[in-house]
């Protein structure tokens, strides 16, 4: 098994004394797209400027391929790693220009531009904007040929800071579509930084949670979905608080925790008597007229309070002694004559709950 | 005055002026590119001194340039005073600071995120100063145009270190400030008319450099 392509370790920033990226530890593997997924101000562009070696820095280890890298051999390694700024910047020039420009730095002979350059073109369908100026060019075109100019210099790392930030919904998932194909074709190292949920989990091979400058978890998308380790995690992962409630007893990592006089059952490592706060996605709730006999564990008999569509969906906000919520189909809505207080069962897996530790 | 000798006025004066903007664009432009790049004590200091350096008056130049390579003065063992030679030290000293100084104004108005994104690409520290003069391009010819323009103009330095002997340190301006004390006016509006001519042919060929850098695209348009 290979190691890791690139490892970070014992990395701290700090401005004025106050510290801003703090990682004890970070890999990323040879040709995965990781997601680096955190709310606005987290530091995740701080700390993709770090590992890029672009900003002065307290202290840090990176080590390639197994070896720790020195100040001496930085220029080499910055030269493996394109970054990609999120306000896409483009040099004054044509679009061609612009393309070229990396691989100019890199001092390739002049077939090999254009070699490249007509490859790219193609893969990212912008030949029509090549003699082009930056300034003519649409926020999706102006994002797509900041991707392309990426993707030409062929590098092993590439680092993308938020790059379908600020589309529009259509040519968003077109881009974001085209994206996740040229990225699995070329098969390079990818970082990415969003805060979309959305994005995250469509493109990351694994993902790495940042919150307030530090890195909170790291695994596959279903891995951290399913157990988050902290309920900002959790909440990031689109877990929605349910009930905080308190152990009542344990049998086989089932718990079972009453809270507002009802019984719930989640898998969980905590111990009897401990509170907990347990969260959930609206997307696992399950809505019936009827009480059905099913392996799931948790029923409760709730009130609709309101019915908000979204998209495709509908948001159903329901009372049972706490608040919950159900995200279903519109058709699911209509068949069940989904209305303001009607009442309804609703159901939900205890593997689907997350048990986080409570505050005491 | 002979035609022979007014093609010799107006030739000097072009390579007086145009040695000595430069000269310093050589000095000036890297000095600028250091005050960008490198934080020091004192740095704001150096800055104030060279924008007050950008309205530095001729004469005064003209005194201290004097100063210095009188007979007796420090330098006075080089005997170029009275030379072209002291003529383009004073006039370089008088551009130096415009230059450096529009050249600095013209980098600290690049976006810092040209520059970071030229180093993600993989731009050496020398691709990188390329990138910013490339980016600052239009600024650093205005500080030329402007540079140019004021050492071109100028009388008092050229005059107090030059001599304005005739034949050999005597150029547009001292030749029309002469020209004018004789009584000559009408050899002294020729040579205006030629100094003027002789800008805007200079400044219409830096404009034209200028202006093929700007964006084709021109922005809203006023209807």
């Not at chain 1, 003699?131 to 994002?143: A, F, K, N």
């Not at chain 1, 279903?222 to 380790?229: D, K, W």
């Not at chain 2, 020091?40 to 004097?66: E, Q, Y």
Request: hydrophobic share 45%.
């Amino acid at each position: 098994m290979e190691g890791p392509a690139l490892e970070v370790k014992n990395l701290k920033y700090s401005i004025n004394r106050r510290l801003i990226v703090e990682v004890d530890y970070f890999d990323l593997k040879k040709g995965e797209c990781l997601v680096l997924f955190g709310p606005n101000g987290a530091g995740k562009s701080t700390f993709l400027r770090l590992i890029s070696w672009l900003e002065p820095f307290d202290s840090r280890e990176i080590y390639y391929r197994g070896k720790r890298v020195t100040e001496k051999e930085a220029p080499e390694l910055r030269k493996k790693i394109v970054y990609l700024l999120q306000k896409p910047v483009f040099f004054r020039g044509t679009v061609r220009h612009n393309l070229l420009l990396g691989l100019k730095f890199r001092k390739l002979d002049r077939k090999e531009q254009e070699r490249r350059l007509e490859k790219i073109a193609t893969v990212f369908q912008i030949e029509p904007l090549l003699h082009r100026y930056p300034e003519e060019l649409s926020g999706g075109e102006r994002q797509r040929v900041h991707l392309a100019r990426a993707f030409i210099i062929e590098p092993e790392f590439l680092f993308l800071d938020e790059p379908f930030n600020g589309l529009d919904v259509q040519y968003r998932e077109q881009l974001l579509a085209d994206f996740y194909r040229i990225r699995k074709f070329s098969g390079v190292t990818t970082i990415l930084v969003t805060h979309v949920r959305q994005e995250a989990a469509y493109l990351a091979d694994r993902l790495a949670v940042m919150v307030n400058g530090r890195i909170v978890q790291m695994g596959t998308p279903e891995e951290i979905s399913a157990c988050p380790e902290t309920p900002e995690v959790s909440r990031l992962m689109g877990h929605e608080i349910l009930v905080e409630g308190q152990v009542v007893s344990v049998e086989n990592g089932l718990l079972e925790i009453e809270a507002h006089g009802q019984k719930i059952y989640a898998f969980g490592q905590q111990q009897t008597g401990g509170k907990v706060v347990l969260t959930f996605r609206p997307e696992e709730v399950i809505l019936a007229s009827e009480k059905p006999a099913t392996s799931v564990r948790n029923w409760f008999l709730a009130e609709v309070k309101e019915l908000r569509p979204l998209d495709l969906m509908v948001l159903v906000n329901l009372e049972c002694g706490f608040r919950f919520r159900a995200f279903i189909s519109r058709n699911s809505a209509e068949e069940l004559k989904l209305q303001p207080g009607k009442r309804i069962w609703a159901g939900v897996k205890a593997s689907a709950l997350s048990p986080d530790q409570g505050r005491n | 005055m002979s035609f022979s000798e007014i093609v010799q006025i107006t030739w000097l004066s072009v390579i007086v002026s145009g040695s000595a903007t430069i000269l310093a664009l050589l000095f000036g432009l890297p000095a600028a590119t250091f005050l960008y790049f490198k934080n020091f004590p004192g740095k704001r200091l150096v800055v104030t001194l060279i924008n007050t350096g950008m309205g530095l008056p001729p004469v005064v130049v003209g005194l201290f340039v004097a100063l210095l390579l009188w007979r007796n003065g420090p330098f006075g063992f080089l005997q170029i005073m009275y030379t072209p030679v002291a003529m383009v030290i004073a006039q370089f000293i008088i551009a130096l600071p415009v230059i450096a100084g529009l050249s600095l104004t013209a980098f600290e108005q690049v976006d810092p995120e040209f520059l970071l994104q030229a180093r993600a690409l993989g731009a050496s520290s020398w691709q990188t100063i390329l990138v910013l003069f490339h980016q600052s391009r239009m600024g650093q010819l205005a500080g030329i145009i402007a540079a140019f323009g004021g050492v071109i103009s100028e009388v008092g330095a050229v005059m107090m270190v030059g001599g304005n002997l005739k034949g050999y340190t005597r150029v547009l301006t001292t030749a029309i400030v002469q020209e004018t004390r004789m009584g000559n006016f009408s050899s002294a509006v020729y040579l205006g008319l030629i100094l003027l001519a002789l800008s805007f042919a200079i400044n219409w060929f830096l404009t034209s450099l200028q202006q093929k850098g700007a964006n084709r695209w021109r922005g809203p348009r006023w209807k």
